[in-house]
């Protein structure tokens, strides 16, 4: 028999514990696949073990005393068995959209910078001791195939365009993520590659346009100027000067393994439900605001430390009145009037931060406009326009 208050009632594994058959079926990760690995077969093994203690499996070997051993179970499953019990792995959007800066930084580094040319056989010969001597070699600034660096101005890559790219990758999926809820798995798959590999083609010029643009969203409402000006007159027309700002069509080629890796159908199956860990990050956080992850802390401290972070999280400071009622600490006014401040305060906080994000949000878009139109003036007072 169990007490009513201990500190560890079951040793084994949690599906094991979990007498009601509650199990987790999805694991969001952030791309650290040791995290995943440790817990993909809990509940496969958990099978195993069932079925060896019911005679179902003959092999007497141990599971878990080798790979070798536990791969025979495994073969002896079934499909079905074996995908019903599985951990099914989720990618965090926000950690996925990083990936385009990652990959960006390594082509960065393999295409930019200096590189040594190959050092020929040249000598020189000193006043003094008359004798022969090599020159050393020397370096060149690396070039593309069309004769351009990697990054510079226009048409080349920068870190507008880096971050442009990104953003474009993640609004891609979690757009497409929404939209693709009422659809069958492998054609919401579909819809999500379809959208993200517009969202990089559309940012490196094409002489055909239906090459460049053929992916992206149609119809007058389209937020790609190639397919709206389809269905609006001439004169509204978007200025083709924006095209000047995309990426020269050598990038096409740079760019296309990291596209095709970041389009793999196995990634996006794993961000089909548009999920991300904002909400365990921001608990988290108020978890280590009360126990810093510098220091060694208990198994009572954190417990404490946990139950008090989730009514932080969900119900402000005032969230501990309830609590103080249930172990009969008395809420007086001036505690009442202090955990009501506190989220006074936190509230206060979180509509400036709000604000000000607004405020960036519009500034920018003022200095969009603007620029869109001292584009214009230059297009319409140019030389050799008349």
């Known amino acids: 028999m169990h007490q009513t208050t201990c500190s560890k009632t079951w040793d084994g594994s949690a599906g094991g514990m979990e007498k009601e058959g509650l199990r987790y079926t999805n694991m969001i990760s952030d791309g650290d696949s040791s995290a995943y690995e440790a817990v993909k077969h809990t509940y496969v093994n958990a099978l195993i073990k069932n079925l060896i ?96 660096s990697y990054g510079g101005g226009a048409g080349r890559m920068t870190k507008a365009m880096e971050h442009k790219l990104a953003d474009s990758y993640g609004i891609a999926i979690r757009q497409s993520s929404e939209s693709a809820k009422n659809l ?37 409402y389209s937020w790609c100027s190639y397919q709206k000006d389809k269905y609006v007159p001439l004169k509204q027309k978007i200025d083709p000067a924006k ?96 955990l009501l401040g506190k989220d006074y305060k936190r509230i206060e906080k979180a509509e400036n931060n709000t604000q000000r994000h607004d405020i960036i949000k519009r500034r920018k878009e003022q200095q969009r406009i603007q620029g869109q139109i001292e584009e214009d003036e230059e297009m319409d007072y140019g030389a050799g326009i008349f």
């Open 53 to 148: 203690r019911s005679g179902k499996f003959t092999n007497h070997s141990s599971m878990d005393s080798k790979d070798e051993n536990i791969n025979i179970f495994l073969s002896k499953l079934s499909s079905e068995q074996y995908e019903n019990n599985l951990v099914t792995k989720e990618d965090c959007i926000n950690h996925v959209k990083k990936r385009v800066s990652s990959h960006l930084k390594t082509l960065k580094s393999r295409y930019s910078g200096f590189e040594n040319v190959r050092e020929e056989n040249l000598t020189s010969a000193t006043e003094k001791n008359k004798h022969i001597q090599p020159v050393g070699k020397s370096r060149k600034r690396r070039r593309l195939a069309d004769g351009k």
């Open 184 to 220: 069958d798995e492998d054609d919401a798959v579909k819809l999500i590659e379809r959208r993200c590999r517009a969202a990089f083609l559309h940012n490196i010029k094409n002489s055909n346009g239906e090459l460049q643009h053929g992916l992206c969203q149609t119809g007058p």
């Open 243 to 338: 095209q000047i700002k995309r990426l020269d069509p050598i990038f096409l080629e740079i760019l296309t393994p990291m596209i095709d890796t970041l389009t793999n159908p196995i990634l996006l199956r794993r961000c089909l439900r548009g999920a991300t860990q904002n909400a365990n990050e921001s608990i988290n956080s108020v978890v280590w605001s009360i126990l810093p992850k510098s220091k060694y802390h208990g198994y009572r401290s954190i417990r404490g430390a946990a139950a008090i972070s989730s009514i932080f999280f969900n119900r402000g400071r005032s969230g501990l009145v309830k609590f103080f009622d249930q172990v009969g600490i008395p809420v007086t006014d001036e505690l009442l009037g202090a």
